[in-house]
């Protein structure tokens, strides 16, 4: 088995500053992939300080709108190319350090995102550094990355080793500012990552160590975070959780829940976390059958005792399904989308779930005909 890694993880108070030297030898100019957000703040001088005062010259590209799609990644390309930049950093959610990876695919072997959806060749790529300003996406430890096609209105799942950052970097201050409906889904999308990881076809001794911390610190610090933004415990847990969940994914891949997640998201418009998180409760109960010892793992983890495998299992979901209330997850209906156009695109969004792959990583493996219901279920 393989356990694969980002080349190099900074973590902890200062850990931006003190990446300096490290970001330094990556190369003269920087592609600086962000989330509009952190111009808006002024948090992204955090970084250009740094380029700034070790001499390399930078561009930042912040036209990642949503999550991102082909067509903002083709922007990237070309902007990279007529810049001359020679590494990439991604500082944002993940959609910015998916996007850093899918430009850094494109501006060194060509082609369009929809080439690389078969599995990305062994290749050479710019060097990339991530930087996560949010606790949940796990990109920054991942060899995927994940883009919309416009055209067919499908997410593409595009993996590969190339595409794992040279450098991840793990500041927790960047979340501090986190609102708290982002704290909810980024938190909620990592309990997603560590819970799949676990309970995967794929999983492993090293993957089940990374996924059952990650469970036990979200499970004590995601409510806190939520609550109290402010709270810099909670936030730096929540920080090492979501690298955790992230590398858990990375080497056993996530499940039905993700598989079902992705459409939702390329026909309505959701952000990932949150369309992982409307799924959860109800993905989680049709798996448990399939796995309940794993499942039961996790329950005793976070201190459910006393009970048989079966309880304890059944026991845990109800506590996953706690979380999700505590963070306040919308419905479907209340975020806006209609029920017309959700039911007759459930077939569609069962046939794009079962084709990427992910339901079959599950214990329980389901049909079409089971993923259609599921998918009704969330009325």
Not at 279 to 297: H, I, M, N, Q, R
Request: proline share 4%; glycine share 8%; charged share 20%.
């Amino acid at each position: 088995m393989e356990f694969i890694t980002p080349g190099k993880i900074i973590y902890g108070d200062n850990a931006l500053t003190n990446s300096a030297d490290s970001i330094a030898c990556f190369g003269k100019k920087a592609f600086v992939v962000a989330g509009r957000h952190l111009l808006k703040s002024g948090e992204i001088k955090r970084l250009t300080d740094i380029l700034e005062n070790k001499n390399i010259d930078y561009i930042i590209y912040d036209n990642i709108t949503g999550e991102p799609t082909d067509l903002m990644i083709n922007e990237g390309v070309r902007l990279y190319k007529e810049n001359k930049c020679d590494f990439l950093i991604g500082i944002g959610g993940g959609s910015p350090i998916d996007s850093m990876k899918a430009i850094a695919l494109l501006s060194e072997n060509g082609g369009k995102c929809s080439d690389y959806m078969g599995g990305v060749p062994e290749c050479k790529l710019p060097p990339m550094v991530a930087v996560p300003t949010t606790a949940g996406t796990g990109s920054e430890a991942t060899v995927s990355t994940i883009i919309t096609d416009t055209g067919t209105r499908t997410k593409m799942l595009i993996k590969g080793a190339a595409l794992m950052p040279d450098v991840s970097i793990i500041d927790a201050i960047f979340t501090y500012s986190c609102p708290a409906n982002v704290t909810a889904a980024t938190g909620l999308d990592a309990l997603t990552h560590a819970i799949e990881a676990y309970t995967s076809r794929r999983a492993g001794m090293l993957t089940d160590i990374a996924a059952e911390s990650a469970v036990k610190r979200i499970f004590k610090y995601l409510p806190k975070a939520y609550r109290d933004g402010s709270n810099e415990i909670a936030r730096k847990e929540m920080a090492i959780a979501a690298l955790e969940a992230g590398i858990a994914i990375c080497n056993s891949s996530v499940t039905i829940v993700h598989g079902m997640s992705r459409p939702i998201g390329a026909l309505f418009h959701v952000p990932h976390g949150l369309s992982n998180a409307m799924l959860l409760p109800t993905c989680l109960k049709f798996a448990v059958s399939g796995a309940y010892d794993k499942f039961a793992e996790l329950g005793r983890a976070v201190g459910i005792t006393g009970l048989n495998d079966i309880e304890t299992a059944n026991r845990f979901i109800e506590e996953v399904e706690n979380i999700c209330k505590i963070c306040e997850v919308v419905t479907p209906a209340e975020y806006g989308i209609d029920r017309h156009e959700f039911e007759i695109n459930i077939e569609k969004m069962a046939d794009d779930a079962l084709a990427s792959g992910s339901p079959y990583n599950t214990m329980r493996v389901p049909d079409k005909k089971e993923i259609m219901e599921l998918y009704g279920q969330l009325w």
